[in-house]
C-alpha cells in the first residue's frame, strides 16, 4: 500500500504491542511482499471503522465516559437553559452523580469521625 497522504494516529503501548504481534502473524510465511505496520493500521482502521455499529458506538461511549466531563456538560446546558432542558435519564444521571454529595453522606462521614453522637443531627441537616 503506498500513500503518499500519511496522517499520525498515537495509540497506546498496549494497543502498539497488539499490533505488533499481528504484524508478525501477517508477515510470518508471507513470501508475496511485507506488511508495514502503517499498511496493517491502515486496512484494519478502514475495516472496522466501516462495520462500526450503534452497539459498538455505546460500547465506545461507555469505556470511556468521563463522570465530570459529563456533569461539567450537564452544568453548562442548565445555565443556558433551565431544568427542564434535562430529560428523565440526564437528571437521574445527575442525581446518581451527586448522591454521595447529600447531607446524609456528609453527617455519616462526620459520625465516623466522632463529630456527630445522634441521629436527630442528622435529621436536622437534611
Known amino acids: 500500500m503506498k500513500e ?3 496522517a ?3 495509540i497506546t503501548k498496549r494497543a ?4 505488533s504481534g499481528a504484524l508478525e502473524r501477517v ?3 508471507f513470501e508475496g511482499g511485507r506488511v508495514s505496520k502503517t499498511d496493517l493500521m491502515s486496512w484494519a482502521i478502514l475495516r472496522v471503522v ?3 455499529d450503534k452497539a459498538d458506538i455505546d460500547e ?3 469505556d470511556h ?3 465530570v466531563a459529563y456533569l461539567d456538560g450537564l452544568v453548562k446546558r442548565l445555565k443556558n437553559d433551565d431544568r427542564e432542558s434535562l430529560n428523565d435519564e440526564e437528571r437521574e444521571r445527575l442525581r446518581n452523580l451527586l448522591n454521595p454529595l447529600t447531607p446524609s453522606t456528609r453527617v455519616r462521614r462526620r ?3 466522632g463529630e456527630v453522637d445522634d441521629s436527630t443531627d442528622q435529621e436536622k441537616l437534611i
Open 4 to 6: 503518499s497522504n500519511l
Open 16 to 19: 502498539d504491542d497488539s499490533v
Open 50 to 52: 466501516s462495520e462500526i
Open 60 to 62: 465506545i461511549r461507555r
Open 111 to 113: 459520625a465516623r469521625r
Open 27 to 29: 508477515n510470518d510465511g
Open 65 to 67: 465516559f468521563n463522570q
Open 8 to 10: 499520525k494516529v498515537a
